[in-house]
């Protein structure tokens, strides 16, 4: 086999490899549970809103996913396996995204990553084409759920406040309707945009609930979604609704210090993560910014090639395996 076809395939292996561990340590999945995650489903279904139409969902869909480009979005409606999922994803940054734009931003970072990997670092074509594709499918995907995760974060900090808002509406006399249009006016971003959502819903017609499981898809945290069971129990079984919903926001903030305070004694290790796994690359490019020579030797070398795709695969192990271990489900 020739040596350069080897190199390219060895870096070009590792690269996605290590890639992909780093972006499943950093990025992850949803911390809660499957069992959480099931409970409440069976608790939201016999609340949840009843979906509009199959017909008038795709129309609106087709519309929404629409990049203005005709060539991309035919290639979005073929090969976009989960299309659902990723509109999920793109409604939780809060911005009007759509699997077209989506999808033309992908292509465009593959161009990108080519085209600087080629005629800037002088690579082959195996290797560049290898590094585009996995540089076009994981940092606009990276991206994307970091907007979402970061605009989850900021809707549940200021949420326990949001629902004291919302009690001292409820023991002011406000019918809960009125409330949500007080927090919708009165609460931080990004809680007051949800909230005005819902306040929205309930003038067209819609449940209180419903537009509160709404808000939800966009969502995740089953913090919220005990609001929206709080709300649904009361309205079935009666009860002071005001301290109920008292309780759970103190029983949200103190579970926020738990989770700080988990933080703050595991921000040791987490530094450690970054500079065990920075520090290698970091060394690299200052080598090679002094002696460019002494590091082709390493890169030329076949056997240089397979000592840099074993010290990837051992980094990125070694990161995912330490931020794994300072990650705790409160």
């Known amino acids: 086999m020739d040596d350069q076809l080897l190199l390219a395939l060895v870096v070009g292996g ?34 949840g809103p009843v979906g509009p139409k199959p017909t008038q969902r795709n129309t609106a869909r087709r519309q929404d996913d629409a990049s203005g480009i005709k060539i991309v979005d035919t290639l979005v409606r073929k090969l976009v396996p989960k299309p659902a999922e990723l509109r999920s994803r793109l409604e939780k940054t809060g911005r009007k995204i759509t699997i077209g734009e989506y999808s033309l931003m992908c292509l465009v970072v593959v161009a990108f990553a080519w085209v600087v990997m080629r005629f800037t670092f002088g690579f082959g074509w195996m290797l560049t084409i290898s590094v585009g594709l996995v540089a076009g499918l994981w940092l606009p995907h990276w991206t994307v759920g970091f907007m979402g995760k970061w605009r989850v974060n900021k809707f549940m900090k200021h949420f326990p406040e949001a629902i004291e808002l919302l009690v001292r509406g409820l023991r002011a006399g406000l019918p809960i309707s009125e409330a949500i249009v007080t927090i919708g006016k009165d609460a931080p971003e990004p809680i007051a945009t949800e909230f005005r959502g819902v306040a929205d819903a309930i003038r067209i017609g819609k449940g209180v609930e419903e537009g509160l499981w709404d808000v939800a898809k966009r969502i995740d945290p089953p913090d919220f979604k005990f609001l929206i069971i709080a709300i649904s129990i009361q309205r079935e079984t009666g009860g002071n609704l005001a301290e109920t919903l008292a309780g759970l926001a103190n029983t949200l903030r103190k579970r926020r210090q738990i989770k700080l305070k988990i933080k703050a004694m595991s921000s040791e290790a987490r530094a450690s993560a970054w500079i065990i796994g920075s520090l290698p690359f970091i060394m690299f490019f200052l080598l090679w910014l002094a002696n460019d020579e002494y590091i082709s030797m390493l890169i030329d070398d076949p056997r240089g090639i397979y000592m840099i795709g074993a010290g990837l695969f051992m980094i990125g192990t070694g990161v995912a395996v330490m931020f794994k271990m300072v990650r705790f489900e409160i």
Not at 25 to 45: C, M, P, Q
């Open 14 to 47: 590792a690269t996605l490899l290590v890639t992909l561990i780093l972006g499943f340590a950093l990025v992850g999945g949803d911390s809660n549970t499957a069992s959480t995650k099931r409970r409440l489903a069976e608790v939201g279904s016999g609340h």
